[in-house]
């Protein structure tokens, strides 16, 4: 996760100006050790697999130094995308064709949840 994409094949156009942000953040918040960090990162994933950041990899950093909890990192992927997949909703409606993803789950069977934690309200 954060390295490479499916589409843009030699580098993600977005990945500067997120990384641009998260150097800018990490500055103000005298956090420049945990950018050097990223950066080192993203050096040794170039140089032993020729894989480049997109945009969540300085994306999480962004979160982290906008004072985000970890938790919220995936609904704030979700948001920042929604608007594209509502786009492609309403073009398979416009063509009165459903466009299936290329994809089917072979994962296992869903499992009965056990929470961590026991309930505090008897």
């Given at each position: 996760?954060?390295?490479g994409h499916r589409i843009y094949t030699v580098s993600d156009p977005r990945s500067p100006v997120i990384k641009d942000w998260a150097s800018r953040l990490a500055?103000?918040?005298d956090q420049k050790n945990l950018f050097a960090v990223a950066e080192r990162?993203?050096?040794?994933m170039w140089d032993t697999k020729?894989?480049?950041p997109n945009l969540d990899f300085y994306s999480a950093l962004a979160y982290r130094f906008c004072g985000f909890p970890t938790d919220l990192y995936t609904p704030l992927f979700v948001l920042a995308r929604i608007s594209g997949w509502m786009a492609h909703i309403m073009e398979q409606r416009s063509n009165n064709k459903l466009i299936r993803p290329i994809s089917r789950y072979t994962g296992p069977e869903p499992?009965?949840?056990v929470p961590l934690v026991a309930d505090r309200n008897p």
């Open positions: 996760m954060g390295f500055a103000s918040q990162i993203e050096r040794v020729k894989l480049f499992r009965v949840y």
